[in-house]
């Protein structure tokens, strides 16, 4: 440690921690991919993202919205790399940049492009050469310069000055900077973080997921947000066979489910009287496909007070004995609904890989069994048969059952920042 | 915090209702931290304050890498918390080196280049510093250390940041952060490890795998609710609080100046940036200890920096490690301004610092 250091008295220029340097502010310059190739409906799938780009900014900071042809610009108040990073989450996004944009003037849009270069150069070890490139796309064609031109004009501007550290490189440059030269502004920018893609969410209507614990049936919801949906959820409890912990693992699901879909509701449905009544006078092995059919049943009842328009499941064929064609031909019998199966044609390691990146795998291995476990037969049907299943259900009381559960059925709300 | 002592007291690890319950709390907590320091809930550790929280990063990452180097860098103006256990490394074969600061005070980088080797294991460094109040450039010095000590872990001790600076342990690019409870006007005897990533951490406590296993015991469950609401009200006020806090320091400033009470320390300012709520300065005339008494008699609580009659092993190292001697030591006296401090009080305690001042200058 040093001991000489000389000691300011107190001063003006001592500045807080709240104020920072004369920086040009950041915004998210967002892409979205499909949704550029709506037609005449485009305006809506528009105005639907601007409006979920807001409910997702909401509790951490105050945006504002801009919708420009084929971009979306948002202006945060405060921390624009966390509004980036939440950005990533919102479907219909096909990438997000944080960019500061300048006037429409050749030597600032070089000066910032130095600038925001420096800055990305930051984070790299100072003896490494980057391979480098101007990118611009110009919007504006009123603008003084075509791209290539702006592209030299920048690069020459660039290069000098950092001329140890970066060489040109044209095709997969580690470092791009990006214009964007738009009808006010040029928007300067050196990273494009993925987003999602797909659509935004409540564009493709509502539907209803059955939500089990485990590990696909989250991934299967977030893959019909993906495409769209807003998308409420179902479970069922056998208490007291099973305990609190394994609803409290669904209620972890849909929370963080709502990263991508902010507010949602979940409907836990009690299913002991209907797995009691099953064991008690069906036969054993067909007890899986009953209780099912019997979700599906509670479920599309649901599903239409709520105006969903389909069920969502996380079923894939052949990967356990429910689920061969022959069952879920049985199982889908008992849905007065279309039965949406996003997963269904996946390796059980793709649905894994997923459920890492959308963020529930850890949840869903937790260990706390699901209502499918209670009363588990030896040797579960594997070719079901729907007649074997209609004579089944004639043993107990079908309706009394089902009015009973729907009774009982509570309702969470779930908020992303509860 | 009440109704968790006194309704619901079961243990969270218990798979009844009421201990799903008071997991739900536990959760609950998790995310309003993990939310204000963008983190994943289930990388927040919960400890008993921040001290456990900087001796179970500092142990935990040095000795989860020990295959890789034996190399730590310490802040030079760190807290005991980290600066100890540090120490305490060095008799397990570690080779620990200190930080340093450049002539102005304010951490010298190119000195921390200079210093991180391949064999670095852990670097850590305080974000903002109790005494004096500067703003230490964390994101440039992980930067450095990224660049040279690929196996190194980056801990923070956030402490005195919380609530005051936007704190995000992936924008910062750091390994851990800890912040504690009573800084933020939350309970005593809470605090938090917050961890980036899952990257190997050997426990300090170990015991019935609560924590992820990094921290066993059964957790304090009233005062974790308390933590968590702490956290999540200082994040939301933070940019209010900090606009009101410097308006105030602005005025406390001014008046120190004016009245001549003492030379304030402004370590590495204008380069580093200061907390709006903390200042030292090295008082005219007698030690502070004295002046304190005086102050508190008054109704006013300041802090010295070192007790009067203490020898120089038992004052506070921090205060030579920024050049200061002996006397000038035993004069420092450290004034802060609290969420509920009041534009009146600050201009009646510059008052009673004015008063104290000629009334010391005549006796002492």
């Not at chain 1, 209803?208 to 893959?223: E, K, R, T």
């Not at chain 2, 995000?168 to 690019?173: A, F």
Request: proline content about 5%; glycine content about 8%; charged content about 25%.
């Amino acid at each position: 440690m040093r001991s000489e250091v000389n000691l300011q008295t107190s001063s003006d220029s001592a500045s807080s921690a709240s104020s920072s340097a004369e920086e040009r502010p950041y915004l998210v310059l967002i892409r979205y991919g499909e949704l550029a190739l709506k037609g005449k409906n485009r305006g809506f799938f528009e105005r639907k993202l601007a409006s979920n780009i807001r409910s997702a900014c909401e509790g951490l900071s105050k945006v504002r919205v801009e919708l420009r042809r084929g971009r979306i610009m948002v202006w945060p108040e405060q921390k624009p790399e966390r509004v980036a990073k939440r950005l990533q989450d919102v479907m219909g996004i096909q990438s997000v940049s944080l960019a500061r944009g300048v006037p429409l003037d050749p030597e600032l849009i070089a000066e910032e492009g130095l600038r925001s270069v420096q800055e990305a150069l930051e984070g790299c070890p100072a003896d490494e050469i980057q391979s480098f490139r101007v990118a611009t796309r110009r919007g504006n064609k009123n603008f003084q310069m075509t791209s290539s031109e702006l592209d030299c004009y920048v690069a020459d501007r660039v290069l000098p000055e950092l001329e140890k550290r970066l060489k040109v490189q044209l095709k997969g440059a580690d470092l791009v900077l990006g214009i964007e030269v738009r009808e006010k502004n040029a928007f300067i920018f050196t990273k494009r973080l993925p987003g999602p893609g797909g659509l935004p969410v409540g564009t493709l209507g509502h539907v209803l997921c059955l939500l089990s614990g485990g590990i696909d049936s989250p991934v299967a919801a977030w893959m019909a947000m993906k495409r769209g949906c807003r998308v409420s959820y179902v479970t069922y409890h056998s208490s007291p066979y099973l305990g609190d912990a394994s609803r409290k693992k669904v209620v972890d699901l849909v929370r963080i489910l709502a990263q991508y879909q902010p507010t949602s509701q979940l409907f836990v449905v009690p299913f002991t009287k209907c797995q009691e009544a099953i064991r008690d006078f069906a036969p054993e092995r067909y007890r899986t496909v009953l209780y099912r059919r019997m979700m599906q049943r509670i479920a599309t009842r649901l599903a239409r007070r709520n105006r969903c328009g389909a069920l969502v499941t996380g079923e894939s064929l052949g990967q356990v004995a429910s689920q061969t064609l022959e069952n879920i031909t049985c199982i889908e019998d008992a849905s007065g609904l279309p039965v949406i199966r996003p997963l269904i044609a996946m390796d059980k390691q793709e649905s894994v890989n997923l459920a890492q990146r959308i963020g529930t795998y850890d949840t869903s291995i937790e260990p706390a069994p699901d209502c499918c476990t209670v009363f588990q037969p030896e040797k579960p049907i594997i070719y079901g048969r729907i007649e074997e299943c209609l004579e089944a259900e004639t043993t107990f009381d079908l309706d009394e059952l089902l009015t009973e559960a729907l009774r009982g059925t509570e309702r969470i709300k779930v908020r992303l920042d509860d | 915090m009440e109704g968790w002592w006194r309704e619901n007291y079961a243990n969270p690890s218990s798979r009844h209702a009421a201990g799903v319950a008071a997991s739900e709390a536990l959760d609950k907590a998790r995310r309003q931290i993990a939310r204000a320091t963008g983190a994943q809930p289930g990388r927040v550790i919960f400890t008993s304050g921040a001290t456990e929280a900087n001796n179970l990063a500092v142990f935990g990452h040095a000795r989860a890498r020990r295959g890789h180097g034996r190399h730590v860098l310490v802040g030079p103006l760190d807290h005991p918390s980290t600066r100890m256990p540090a120490m305490q490394l060095i008799e397990e074969g570690f080779e620990v080196e200190d930080l340093c600061l450049d002539s102005n005070g304010a951490l010298d980088l190119e000195d921390a280049q200079a210093r991180v080797r391949p064999d670095t294991v852990l670097v850590t460094q305080m974000f903002a510093n109790n005494e004096f109040g500067c703003v230490f450039p964390i994101r440039e010095l992980t930067k450095i250390v990224r660049r040279s000590a690929p196996h190194a872990a980056v801990h923070v001790d956030a402490v005195q940041a919380l609530g005051k600076v936007e704190l995000d342990v992936e924008l910062l690019g750091v390994d851990s952060i800890s912040i504690s409870g009573h800084k933020i006007n939350g309970p005593k005897g809470a605090g938090a490890l917050i961890r980036a990533n899952d990257d190997p951490m050997q426990a300090l406590i170990h015991g019935g795998g609560q924590e992820g296993g990094l921290r066993g015991g059964t957790q304090d469950v009233p005062s974790i609710c308390g933590l968590g609401l702490a956290v999540k009200l200082a994040e939301e006020e933070r940019e209010d609080s900090t606009a009101r806090m410097s308006e105030l320091m602005r005025t406390l400033r001014a008046g120190v100046r004016e009245r001549k009470i003492g030379r304030i320390i402004d370590l590495g300012a204008p380069k580093q940036e200061m907390l709006p709520n903390i200042i030292s300065v090295i008082i005219e005339g007698p030690p502070a200890e004295v002046f304190l008494h005086h102050l508190d008699a008054r109704g006013l609580a300041a802090s010295a920096g070192s007790a009067c009659q203490s020898s120089k092993k038992s004052m506070n190292p921090a205060l030579f490690a920024i050049g200061l001697n002996e006397e000038e030591a035993r004069r420092v006296l450290r004034l802060s301004i609290g969420k509920v401090t009041s534009l009146e009080e600050v201009q009646r305690s510059i008052q009673l610092l004015d008063e104290v001042r000629s009334e010391l200058a005549n006796i002492v």
